[in-house]
């Protein structure tokens, strides 16, 4: 199952259109996001998406009752950290910063977070994927970035919109 991942979009709708042409033309069968869309004016693009949307709020949304209105046609989004299990089984932690899980005991498979604005792949100790997909919007850094997901092989593709191009980042395997 392909996922597309996202976060940090910052009222970039340019880019934030780029993400979801990504996610689209890839043929995603799932969008996850990990928080700080910020304004209402972000949510028209995303009524694009050809997929399910879950994500979770930041900690620079603007107006989360007008989000939750608009996101309401879109997908569902929610106080983090979110739970999702995808029709796959594979069990999804959705948050904004990685701190929001601290003393999480229920077991998932995957961490999606953002908030550094920059892309990270890693394993931790239980041998859990921890995915932040970078910022989309490219604002503090300058490299907009997505992620895409393959749950079967567990790869990850960090895409750079600036560049559209997708590069396999090293997914992290524990023996």
Partial sequence: MLVGVFADSHDHLDRLRMAVQQFNEAGCELVLFAGDLVSTFAVPPLRKLRCPFVGCFGDNEGNKPGLLAGMSIIGSLGEPPVRYTSRDGTRFLIAHMERQIRGFDEDFDVFVYGHTHKPIVRRDEAGRLYLNPGETS????GR?????YETTDQ??????????LATDAATPRLS
């Fill in 155 to 164: 790869c990850v593709r960090i895409v750079d919109l600036s560049l559209g």
């Fill in 138 to 141: 490219g604002w503090t850094f």
């Fill in 144 to 148: 907009p970035t997505i992620a895409l």
